[in-house]
Nanobody
């Protein structure tokens, strides 16, 4: 069974770039049909799709975050990474990595808290 685990700094300062990594086990990130996705949930808000990198390596982004977001992958480590630039306190959230298909978001990591504060 596929498992996903997020890692990254818990606290970042405003204007910095936060980098989060998702390590995948039990399945290859190059397997066809899967989209390796980042989703976040801010306090008191719903889930927000940030973007994904597909099995081909092509990335897509939420238009509202595209100017600050970069998603990449390291196939040798079976990992994919989210970078979010110029963070503000509004970026404080729990960040999840997810394995998605065209029809579901079935496998989720446990989530990692990112707090933006000076």
């Amino acid at each position: 069974q596929v498992q996903l685990q997020e890692s990254g700094p818990g606290l970042v300062k405003p204007s910095q770039t936060v980098s989060l990594t998702c390590t995948v086990s039990g399945g290859s990130i190059t397997a066809k049909g899967y989209y390796w996705t980042w989703i976040r949930q801010s306090p008191g808000k719903g889930l927000e799709y940030m973007g994904a990198v597909g099995y081909s390596g092509r990335a897509e982004y939420n238009p509202s975050l595209q100017s600050r977001t970069s998603i990449s992958r390291d196939t040798s480590k079976n990992q994919f990474t989210l970078q979010l630039a110029s963070v503000t306190p509004e970026d404080t959230a729990v960040y999840y990595c997810v394995r998605a298909t065209a029809s579901d978001y079935k496998y989720w990591g446990q989530g990692t808290q990112v707090t933006v504060s000076s």
